[in-house]
């Protein structure tokens, strides 16, 4: 079973969970879930397979974080929009002619090789369009003469089995039409006949020069002498990992926060807002005899049950803190802006 909440924690929805397991048939080692999830309990259930590669993991630590990976996608939308993650830090590079040495080289397919493979695979697909095209038309122009004979023998005999002069003359020039219609056809078709052998000996040739360069080309290369022949140049992420540890430490302390203050503000709509706010105010710093108060000021507007909410939230997190005065708390407060301006 699993929980969704909604806007609070007083709304929520629940998903029934079922589930039986399987050696995958494709990888033995492979167990396969087949889950049944259901929403509630008027929705049919859907059914979906989840594959784990570690046979010792349990079903709870195979399926939930599958169900729940929008959490996930959601945890790493917001790490990228608010704290950065995804950021290049530093355009710093270096060519890859400098750093030879300090790289692992690998094998990788020739590029030219790779060229001049598809241009030939692109070559022999014209060429067979182009025998394709004509047997197409060589069996057009066969159907075609059978036609025009077929037709002229029946004129002929037309011609001498009538006795009508007339029907003779009209006859014998329909059937010059045909002759003539034929012998243009065939002409049209012979010089297609004949530009289509030229266009095929054209790319037969392209083949073989092709086929020639690439006896001549390795066909696997160096990957690292590729790059510093291209003149890549590669990113200093030094700087991006030192800033990551840090935005991934800003994220958890930004989530342990968020986790005290969900439950007291109890809506799930813009509590990730609401404390970043809180936490980017301005505020005053007050010294007592017992305590060092700070008075933060946000900008926003509260309506009295958020600013309640809100106002509890820093004062359930005071704590001894290592600083110069051991002997006081430091103590947050929501600072109340009309009684500050009095």
Not at 87 to 107: F, P
Not at 225 to 243: D, G, S, T, V
């Amino acid at each position: 079973m699993i929980i969704k909440y909604k806007n609070c924690r007083q709304s929520s929805i629940t998903y029934y969970v079922q589930y039986y397991r399987q050696a995958w048939s494709r990888e033995p080692s492979f167990w396969r879930y087949v889950v049944s999830l259901q929403k509630g309990d008027e929705v049919a259930p859907v059914i979906l397979p989840v594959l784990c590669t570690d046979p010792t993991r349990s079903a709870e630590r195979s399926v939930r974080p599958i169900l729940e990976r929008w959490l996930q996608e959601n945890d790493l939308l917001y790490s990228i929009v608010n704290v950065g993650i995804n950021e290049i830090t530093s355009y710093k590079n270096v060519s890859y002619a400098e750093i030879a040495d300090s790289l692992t080289d690998h094998e990788m397919i020739n590029p030219a090789a790779r060229k001049l493979c598809a241009q030939k695979l692109q070559l022999k697909r014209l060429w067979g369009k182009e025998l394709v095209r004509r047997e197409e038309k060589r069996k057009n122009m066969e159907l075609f003469i059978q036609k025009s004979n077929r037709d002229l023998t029946k004129i002929n005999q037309d011609i001498q089995e009538s006795t009508d002069p007339a029907k003779q003359k009209e006859l014998k020039k329909k059937s010059k039409q045909l002759l003539a219609h034929k012998k243009r056809k065939q002409k049209t078709y012979e010089n297609f006949k004949s530009k289509s052998q030229n266009d095929e000996a054209d790319i037969l040739i392209q083949i073989e020069a092709i086929t020639k360069n690439l006896e001549k080309e390795s066909p696997k290369t160096s990957r690292l002498e590729n790059l510093i022949e291209q003149q890549f140049r590669k990113l200093n992420f030094a700087p991006k990992a030192y800033m990551d540890a840090i935005r991934i430490t800003a994220r958890n302390i930004f989530g342990d926060l968020h986790s005290q203050f969900r439950p007291i503000y109890n809506n799930y709509r813009n509590d990730h807002r609401i404390l970043r706010e809180l936490i980017r105010a301005p505020g005053i710093i007050r010294i007592t005899e017992t305590e060092i108060i700070v008075s933060l000021m946000p900008s926003r507007q509260y309506s009295k049950k958020t600013h309640s909410a809100v106002k509890r939230f820093p004062q359930t997190n005071t704590s001894k803190l290592e600083h110069d005065r051991k002997d006081k708390t430091i103590r947050f407060i929501l600072a109340d802006l009309k009684n500050e301006g009095a």
